[in-house]
């Protein structure tokens, strides 16, 4: 379990050599990015592997992270914007 002050950010996975390593779940509590929750794996202290991005409201990201960006296969979607994306992303693009 991981609480860290600076990144108003609460983790709670696995730890191997002080990172974050396999299943997890991290929710940010306050500041700009309150409420938002990605739940999956993590790997070398990001997010990394398979997983899911939500942020508050409906909106939601599943499927692959590199890096801690959303990479790879995934959907995406964003009823706040009437949107729904089934593709390949890389860092956080489309």
């Known amino acids: 379990m991981d609480f860290d002050e600076e ?16 299943r997890g779940v991290s929710f940010v ?3 700009p990015h309150k409420g938002h929750i990605f739940e999956g794996d993590f790997s070398g202290d990001l997010y990394g592997g398979i997983g899911s991005y939500k942020w508050p409201g409906e909106d939601v990201y ?3 992270f590199v890096d801690g960006l959303r990479s790879g296969w ?4 964003q009823p706040s914007e009437n949107e729904t994306y089934c593709g390949q992303l890389y860092q956080n693009q489309r």
Request: with cysteine; glycine share 26%.
């Open 74 to 77: 995934g959907v995406l979607s």
């Open 62 to 64: 599943v499927g692959g």
């Open 7 to 22: 990144k108003n950010k609460f983790t709670i996975c696995n730890y191997v050599g002080g990172e974050k390593k396999g």
């Open 29 to 31: 509590f306050r500041g």
